[in-house]
């Protein structure tokens, strides 16, 4: 474990503001593309805005790697940060999926 | 009617859910064993022998303490007693401690002990935090032994009128509200001289657990640039 | 409806509960302000009642209302889960007034005898000086007993009558709740070793144990407040339970990063703190796509009425969904990375995020508990918004999150200051702290410590009179 370096780099002084607003911002994007997913699909929302939740979700992935690249993450902790992403594209189709099912299933 | 789908049965997900919360468990708790392996206390033959512990034994409180940036793991570790060429401690150079540097393991044992009970009873942790955890209200003390303020250069010695670090540090402990630095100040908790002893020894062993590089830069740098 | 609290001693006994939360709910806010005055004039209270004590007091109250609370809502649902009485109510009155009594005399010791000398009787008869769990040891070995009992009721009760989802979930978690208290109890001195145990109980508590607990709350509250499907809202319950436990159980490691503990807590840590979120946002989006179908089932059937019989506590509940997202997520996201959090471990930012993941994950859905019981007390079909819960909650709600602002800012300062360049020295610890950013940061937290305290005396005054208000569909 020892030999491998782990941790690189000091992060710099002003680099922490952008840091720590980017991985604010992680979530908070990410929360809007869920919201308007879930939105759209319960109808409170129009479809057109579909896309614009996508594209929230595409701001979030840059803020990830943004965040990852100024604090100097290692690589498995870089890849785990994929596996994030990506997890939180799939999370709310999964979940309307699976709701849909039930909901079928015990409707009809 | 629609077909039952694996995705929406409810068993299946009730299995799922024992099934990762059975295999996170069963991790964790053989992380467990590994770990409170790794940081059992050390023992006075592992000092004699060289043998580095993450957390040493009390018999610590004999050698003279650094906190050197290690070029292989890339951040700082304690050295105890010196470095050898690679950096890692060498438990060589000692350091007298109260006048002396013969603390045997029995004593050292018992004056840590004592230390510790203190850290408790008096609360520090709720102004104070010890290795990063506790309150936010006074300054970390997980490498307080090391504090330059402490150090021949800094004010404290000369404040409390004592010549040595453990000496300036205990006087300070039983008297706090005598010795303000800033408006915020260490109440009195009524620390006797040999909780005190206790306490300082419980800071010097505390300043040698490897805490992989945590803080960060501690007292390389001073009189930077601040942000007001 | 019947009025099924006539006829409950379960749920009586769950009011009482809630009497003392919110009792204690009160003192936490009292104690935090004193604590917050004097971070801004340090003179006051000094050696009278030092911060030490007052923050002891602060976090201590926090974590018992809580669990006050929990107790309460447990014994309040019961009943309606179940469909019988709650076996061996007598005994859970009587562990409900040793409980009391102990907390008292705990709380009194902690004021006037505040400290003792270094040795195993104060550890035994004063506090343990460990954070959030200070209860001297007696008090351990007694929160324990009524842990069990608590624990009897459930199991009891459960195997007795309809073992819903929701009761099956409660009664794995709250035996794993009881259990995980026993691993804070011990004296060592060894400090890695003491806060390696420490966090078994409380992160095993806070981001696994509780976030369950809430989970299967929720799940309650959606079923009785909106008629959500049960089928949907249980196997919904279980998803987050293996999200919730398959993230957070592991997620410990991002406390073993700095304490002695080896350096693969780095990447354990790392990973599953990068997932902890999901299941926040999971449980989010479940409660707005069940309020949203329910909802539109009704628009569909031509039906305009909200589906929510109890306004107050939904509230409270969505900001709960909410809260916990931003308190527990955001705020934790940002600085738990090992890399950042080399810098950020132990400064204001943690401060920041333990006031809004404590407020927005517990804090909510215990307080929308609190106002189903008072629904269920009085019989009322739909209880509304009155002007003092909009009160209560806007003040409450914004109080917190103005100190959470106010906290973050004053911890940025004192990460660029005291940590990334004065290497976390006592010198450099006081430069952060006589930031001018610093030191306006702990203004306005107090300023917004009186707010969220006036939005309580709100809360309460709601909570006592919002039953006799006529505007609720009876």
Redesign the interface.
């Known amino acids: 474990m020892v030999n491998e370096v782990l941790m690189t780099q000091d992060i710099l002084v002003e680099d922490f503001l952008t840091i720590f607003i980017s991985s604010t911002l992680v979530l908070v994007f990410g929360g809007f593309y869920v919201g308007i997913y879930t939105a759209v699909k319960v109808k409170m929302l129009k479809k057109w805005t579909l896309p614009f939740g996508y594209l929230f979700w595409i701001l979030t992935s840059y803020c990830l790697y943004l965040m990852g690249s100024l604090m100097h993450v290692n690589e498995l902790t870089a890849k785990a940060l994929v596996v994030a992403a990506i997890g939180l594209l799939l999370l709310p189709h999964a979940v309307y999926y699976m709701q849909d099912r039930v909901h079928e299933e015990n409707e009809h | 009617m629609a077909k039952k789908s694996v995705w929406s049965d409810n068993r299946f997900w009730q299995r799922s859910a024992a099934w990762i919360t059975g295999f996170a468990s069963v991790l964790l708790i053989w992380l467990t064993f590994d770990t409170t392996a790794q940081i059992s206390m050390g023992t006075d033959s592992d000092i004699q022998n060289g043998v580095t512990k993450r957390v040493p034994g009390p018999t610590v409180i004999n050698y003279k303490i650094t906190y050197e940036m290690n070029k292989k793991r890339q951040h700082e570790i304690p050295v105890i007693g010196g470095a050898n060429a690679d950096g890692t401690s060498s438990f060589q150079e000692k350091e007298k401690f109260f006048g002396r540097d013969d603390w045997s393991e029995e004593e050292a044992t018992a004056l840590l002990h004592l230390g510790k009970l203190g850290s408790q009873v008096k609360n520090c942790m709720n102004c104070h935090t010890l290795l990063g955890n506790g309150a936010y209200y006074a300054p970390d003390l997980t490498k307080a032994w090391l504090d330059p303020a402490w150090g021949p250069e800094g004010s404290m010695q000369a404040m409390t009128g004592k010549n040595t670090k453990e000496e300036a540090m205990a006087e300070f402990l039983q008297n706090p509200s005598q010795y303000p630095t800033h408006e915020r100040m260490m109440p009195n908790l009524g620390i006797t001289a040999e909780e005190a002893k206790g306490l300082v020894a419980f800071l010097k062993h505390m300043s040698t657990i490897d805490t992989n590089g945590f803080p960060r830069n501690f007292g390389k740098i001073q009189g930077a640039v601040n942000g007001k | 409806m019947a009025n099924s609290y006539l006829n409950s001693e379960s749920k009586k006994l769950a009011t009482w509960y809630f009497t003392v939360a919110a009792t204690l709910f009160g003192a936490q806010l009292l104690f935090g302000l004193v ?1 917050a005055i ?2 801004v004039v ?2 006051f209270l ?2 009278i009642l ?4 007052a ?2 007091l602060h976090i201590n109250a926090l974590v018992v209302w809580m669990v006050f609370a929990m107790f309460g809502a447990v014994y309040w649902l019961l009943p309606d889960e179940t469909g019988i009485e709650t076996v061996g109510i007598g005994f859970g009155k009587l562990l409900f007034w040793i409980f009391t009594a102990a907390i008292t005399v705990v709380v009194l010791v902690y004021i006037f005898v505040q ?6 009787m ?2 035994w008869f ?6 959030y769990i ?1 209860a001297p040891r007696w008090a351990d070995l007694g929160i324990t007993v009524v842990a069990l009992g608590f624990v009897a009721n459930l199991f009891m009760t459960g195997m007795k009558g309809n073992r819903s ?1 929701i009761v ?1 979930v409660l009664m794995a978690d709250m035996i794993a709740f009881a259990g995980l208290y026993l691993t804070g109890m011990f ?10 145990w ?1 966090w078994w109980v409380i992160h095993l508590w806070v981001e696994a144990t509780w976030e369950v607990y809430v989970g299967a709350l929720a799940a309650y509250g959606l079923i009785t407040m909106i008629g959500a ?1 049960r ?2 809202v ?3 319950l ?2 987050e ?2 999200m919730l ?2 993230s957070g ?2 997620g ?1 490691g991002h406390h ?13 840590g ?2 599953f703190s ?2 902890e ?2 299941p926040l ?2 449980m ?3 409660v ?2 069940d309020w ?2 329910t909802q ?1 089932e009704e628009h569909a059937k031509g039906q305009n009425r909200s589906v929510i019989t109890n306004k107050p506590a939904f509230t409270w509940f969505v900001i709960n969904a909410f809260g916990n ?1 931003l308190g527990a ?2 705020w934790g ?3 738990t ?4 959090n ?2 950020t ?4 930012f ?2 920041a995020h333990g006031h809004l993941a404590f407020f927005g994950a517990y804090a909510t859905i215990l307080i929308g508990m609190m106002y189903i019981a008072v629904q269920g007390k009085n019989g009322i079909k739909v209880l509304n918004h009155t002007k003092s819960s909009i009160w209560a909650t806007s003040m409450i709600v914004g109080g917190v999150l103005g100190m959470t602002v106010a906290l973050t800012i004053a911890g ?6 005291s ?9 450099g ?9 610093f030191a306006q940061g702990m203004d306005w937290r107090l300023i917004m410590g009186f707010v969220t305290f006036t939005g309580f005396l709100f809360l309460i005054k709601d909570l006592l009179s919002i039953g006799k208000a006529t505007h609720h569909a009876r």
């Open positions: 604590a004097q971070y340090p003179s000094f050696e030092d911060f030490s004590v923050r002891m400290v003792g000398s270094a040795d195993e104060s550890i004063i506090h343990e000086g460990r954070e200070e989802g099956t004296f060592t001195d060894n400090i890695s070793v003491d806060q390696f420490w499907h089928k949907v249980e196997m919904w279980w998803i339970v293996s436990f398959g159980i592991l410990m073993y990063f700095w304490i002695g503990t080896p350096e693969y807590w780095w990447e354990i790392a990973l990068a997932l979120p999901l946002v999971a989010f989006i479940h707005l796509y949203g179908k539109g997202f997520g955001i996201f940002f600085h990375l090992p890399q950042v080399l810098y471990h132990g400064t204001q943690t401060s940025y300062v004192q990460v660029l200051v940590r990334a360049q004065m290497g976390a020295t006592w010198s610890y006081f430069d952060g702290q006589a930031g001018t950013w």
